[in-house]
């Protein structure tokens, strides 16, 4: 019944569904799309309707209006904030700026638009290593997550300097060097496929580094059966209906992320019948924010 009147809110006011590959199973079944950040930053931008229904977290339903400045962006649950994005504020930003000036700053998209306005490129998961690549300056700011940081470090001789020094996922944090071992003696012809918010120790014995999407793709394309997937757990319900009689495994079954699980179906339909919440901010954020956005873009 719900499903039913969500489908004609849907038509009736020519709105979409976006949702992140975190999302409930239901929210993730009901949407237009369903990725990772940087294609629904895409999608969010191609759109040709006129209300956009985010089902993810903060930053994503921001970085959606920021692209989309004559569209109405709703978040159905005002509370899904991404715990990391918070971990980096502007005045950490204007500090790190000071102490190295010739740096330039890359920023992940889990951030505040507010922080977004000091950036110089933005990146995303799946694309983070190119962006810094593609930057001029042999030193960067990079924040805030430093496990991703960790990550891009690997691939390049420029400085990476992480802002905060300890910014992190704490649903891909807690995933232990020991969860690791255990999923590999628990499923030894399993391959492991890990996200770059989880600490070095995972990264380093992982076969496959991946965005969310990325995960997906590795899975789908491979020959191999069995994966232990070290991310949140909710990306399980798309690989196992993308990849039906492959066989996947939680590194760890608690990596779970409470704001993404924050939107349901009945606060979707609220916020189709009331057009709100609509993700506001002021027009020089939008401004500001908007162009290393668009530069990451042009860029990836
Ligand atoms: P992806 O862009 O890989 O989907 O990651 C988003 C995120 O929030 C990971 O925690
Ligand atoms: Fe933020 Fe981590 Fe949740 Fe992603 S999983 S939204 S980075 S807290």
Redesign the pocket.
């Known amino acids: 019944m719900r499903h039913e009147r969500i489908e004609r809110l849907k038509r009736k006011k020519n709105a979409i569904i976006l949702a992140?590959?975190?999302q409930r199973p239901e929210v993730q079944d009901i949407a237009e799309f369903v990725?990772?950040?940087?294609e629904l930053a895409r999608r969010a931008m191609e759109t040709t309707a006129d209300i956009i229904i985010f089902c993810g977290?903060d930053f994503?339903a921001e970085t959606a209006a920021i692209l989309n400045p004559d569209k109405k962006v709703l978040i159905p649950d005002v509370c899904a904030i991404?715990p990391?994005a918070q971990q980096l504020t502007q005045e950490i930003l204007r500090a790190a700026k000071q102490e190295h000036p010739d740096a330039e700053v890359v920023l992940y998209?889990?951030t505040r638009a507010e922080s977004k306005v000091y950036a110089d490129c933005i990146c995303?998961?799946?694309n983070a290593r190119e962006i810094v690549q593609a930057m001029n300056a042999s030193t960067i700011l990079f924040g805030p997550d430093r496990n991703l940081a960790y990550y891009v470090q690997k691939s390049t001789s420029k400085k990476i300097i992480p802002v905060p020094e300890h910014g992190n996922?704490p649903?891909?944090h807690q995933i232990a060097f020991e969860d690791l071992l255990q999923a590999k003696a628990e499923h030894p012809t399993a391959k492991v496929i890990v996200?770059p918010?989880c600490i070095p120790e995972v990264q380093d014995r992982a076969d496959y580094i991946?965005?969310?999407?990325?995960m997906v793709k590795i899975c789908k394309e491979l020959e191999d059966e069995e994966f232990v997937i070290g991310?949140?757990v909710g990306l399980l319900h798309r690989l196992e209906k993308e990849a039906p009689g492959k066989r996947f495994y939680p590194l760890s079954t608690t990596a779970i992320?409470p704001q993404?699980k924050m939107p349901t179906l009945a606060k979707i339909e609220a916020a189709l019948e009331h057009e709100e919440p609509e993700v506001v901010l002021s027009p020089e954020v939008m401004e500001k924010a908007r162009k290393p956005i668009e530069r990451m873009l042009e860029l990836s």
């Open positions: 992140h590959n975190y990725g990772d950040s940087l977290v994503m991404c990391m998209v889990n995303t998961s799946a996922c649903s891909h996200h918010e991946a965005s969310t999407s990325g991310t949140e992320c993404m």
